[in-house]
């Protein structure tokens, strides 16, 4: 293993194609990429990768760059893209293809605000648009998380148990384009841990139709079957993990990361980079005598709900941190967390960095201030915290 100072795009890149080369006595790597603004840098240094077998291809649409991986991924072989923003929108027909197909196809997402107005900086409103795609959906908080999501990734959707894609996610240019030191394992440590892909229902030499016509019961039984699956991936990242620790001696984060709970009645619960400002507050917090405490949402798809209610089960005020705006109703995040918190706590919403707006301590010490004031939950404040 090596210690390398590189993006976070290029932390996705370098474990794409180590994780592509560790298929390479089976059926190979590949995948369709089409370039756009910020995660470009990551398919741009893919391409420059050799691979044994299989290729990259550069394609004219983010559409058509999932179809590849739909084609590569369909033969039996391991497959990636990376996107972001509105070249997400453009793909979401065969994003949802590629989960109903239960094809295990990795996806770094680079989370950028949706435009127009064009707007390259972060957003988490593009993946989450997608939330019920049929991914898993990881965020990450620093580079290499990213590069080990990536493996693991790998790891959790080719696992029989599971065959789900999984969209790695990102936060733009905050981590896309920042570089810092990431270790970066060889590709023997990745060959130990990542099996050769034998996808149970890859195409071979007798025909068959993929994505036919299905009747009202087919398709109970089809969703019946993805629900299934996407409610096991939660013991089987687990397991994942543990396996992850013994071959590169750091353990990957669990779905949902307390910080300072031990004795939390405030609670903050955050996604992606935010969770490390979030972390700064809180001791500022906890030097002033208050009890405060922080949760960060690594997993979103699916949605670790047994764990967020049983970290909040003390709580009693509790501020959820949206980078997204679901219009007209708040925050997604803050929809689908207040249903696990106690009957008795305050859940309040708050947007806030929106179109890649700072998020710094003194922005959450804002929040906790409002929050101590309320008597009662209201609707979810959009705060502008550009400044």
Request: charged share 25%; with cysteine.
């Amino acid at each position: 293993m090596s210690t390398e100072l590189v993006s976070a795009n290029h932390a996705a890149a370098l474990a794409a194609t180590l994780a592509g080369r560790a298929n390479r006595n089976a059926r190979g790597f590949g995948g369709g990429v089409y370039p756009i603004t910020p995660q470009t840098e990551c398919i741009e240094l893919l391409c420059k990768q050799e691979f044994a077998k299989g290729a990259i291809v550069r394609v004219e649409s983010e559409h058509s760059a999932m179809a590849v991986c739909m084609g590569v991924s369909l033969g039996g072989a391991r497959s990636f893209t990376a996107s972001s923003s509105n070249g997400l929108a453009y793909m979401t027909e065969n994003v949802f293809a590629a989960a109903m197909y239960r094809l295990p196809i990795v996806m770094m997402a680079v989370n950028r605000t949706l435009g127009p107005p064009w707007n390259i900086w972060v957003d988490h409103g593009d993946t989450l648009a997608l939330r019920d795609s049929g991914w898993i959906q990881l965020y990450c908080e620093d580079n290499q998380e990213v590069l080990d999501s990536i493996l693991l990734a790998y790891r959790l959707a080719e696992d029989k148990r599971v065959l789900l894609p999984v969209m790695v996610c990102q936060d733009a240019f905050v981590l896309s384009h920042t570089m810092m030191q990431t270790d970066v394992p060889t590709q023997e440590q990745v060959d130990r841990f990542l099996p050769e892909l034998a996808l149970p229902h890859r195409l071979t030499e007798r025909a068959v139709t993929v994505g036919g016509l299905d009747f009202p019961h087919e398709t109970e039984a089809h969703r019946h079957q993805h629900e299934d699956a996407m409610r096991r991936v939660g013991a089987v990242y687990d397991e994942i993990a543990l396996e992850f620790e013994r071959a590169f001696g750091r353990k990957p984060a669990p779905a949902l990361v307390p910080y300072r709970m031990e004795d939390a009645e405030t609670v903050v619960l955050s996604m992606g980079t935010t969770a490390a400002t979030v972390r700064a507050a809180v001791d500022r917090a906890r030097e002033a005598g208050e009890r405060v405490g922080a949760l960060r949402l690594r997993m979103f798809r699916p949605f670790p709900g047994r764990e967020l209610r049983a970290a909040l089960a003390r709580a009693k005020r509790i501020a959820v941190l949206d980078r997204d705006i679901s219009l007209g109703h708040g925050g997604v995040l803050w929809s689908e967390a207040r249903g696990f918190a106690p009957a008795q706590a305050l859940v309040q919403g708050y947007m806030l960095g929106l179109g890649g707006g700072d998020i710094r301590p003194e922005h959450i010490g804002e929040v906790l201030a409002d929050l101590a004031r309320r008597d009662a939950a209201g609707e979810p404040e959009l705060l502008e915290v550009v400044r």
